[in-house]
């Protein structure tokens, strides 16, 4: 059975780019009689707010879409991603990393040779290579850090991961793809302020609620990469993936929550149904 998601962060109000991924999600699993989930990601509890959640809840409903119940509500299974951190620990795969955004910036702007991946510069690894005793000293003396992926450690354990893309990739891709993790580099898991990451959280979600395919727009494509070697490291089963295009505004950029005319409560007041998006939406 195809079981979908749709999942929002309630930091703002829906706008047509997130009822372009609802309704994918929802239609994919309608037309093959599976299930559609609603999933609230609100791990950033100090931008997420319950006045947005019910919003996203009665925008859907007027969209004409169920879901099933309970909602999954990310900041309610933080012991699940802490367990699932423990384990990478446990197996040697993280690391304390003490850099500063401006730290990291700096030691980029230096380097002839920073690494870069598809979104641009990543982690230069500074703090991969210090001793033990060195991070033991600076996490005893409260010094700030975030834990990390060591992505070449963590992927060394595995041969060839792949993913079934079911629709086109930015660049066309269709069909199995070679997971490269290294894409994104020495990713951050958790924070101090922020105990789990959202790769960290979606694949675990996704594993956890049975999640067989995510439908997502082509600025995730590259995301999938990491998180199937998360997958691999946890023991997940992957879903096929079907990452869409992105809707954009008349000036080619993505819609963003501060685009307050294309949210759908704007448009809903301004006299628009339900049809009207989807055909403006061209479903």
């Known amino acids: 059975m195809i079981v979908t998601r749709f999942a929002p962060s309630p930091t703002g109000f829906l706008h047509l780019g997130h009822a372009y991924a609802a309704l994918m999600a929802f239609d994919s699993a309608r037309k093959a009689g599976g299930r559609f989930l609603l999933r609230i990601e609100d791990i950033d509890k100090g931008r997420s707010k319950p006045e947005f959640e019910a919003a996203i809840k009665s925008d859907l409903a007027w969209l004409g879409l169920r879901w099933e119940e309970p909602i999954r509500r990310q900041s309610e299974h933080f012991v699940d991603y802490e367990g699932a951190l423990k384990r990478l620990a446990g197996e040697a795969l993280l690391y304390p990393c003490f850099c500063t955004r401006t730290e990291i910036a700096d030691e980029i702007r230096r380097s ?30 409260g010094a700030p850090y975030a834990l990390r992926l060591d992505v070449a450690k963590a992927g060394a354990r595995y041969g060839t991961l792949t993913f079934d893309e079911t629709s086109q990739g930015p660049n066309g891709e269709s069909g199995v793809q070679q997971a490269r993790p290294e894409l994104l580099g020495d990713i951050v898991l958790a924070r101090k302020e922020m105990p789990t990451s959202y790769h960290l959280a979606v694949v675990l979600d996704d594993a956890l609620q049975g ?14 990469h990491i998180q199937r070697l998360l997958q691999a490291l946890l023991g997940l089963p ?14 080619g950029k993505k819609f963003s929550k501060r685009d307050k005319a294309a949210t759908l409560r704007a448009l809903s007041e301004a006299g628009r149904t339900p049809a009207d998006i989807r055909a403006m939406l061209k479903l």
């Open 238 to 251: 992957p879903p096929a993936y079907a990452h869409h295009q992105l809707i954009l505004d008349d000036q």
């Open 211 to 224: 999640v067989t395919l995510v439908t997502r727009g082509h600025d995730l494509f590259h995301a999938t």
């Open 112 to 141: 002839a040779t920073a690494p870069h991946g598809p979104e641009g510069p990543l982690y230069p690894g500074l703090c991969r290579n210090l001793a033990a005793s060195e991070r033991e000293r600076r996490v005893r003396e």
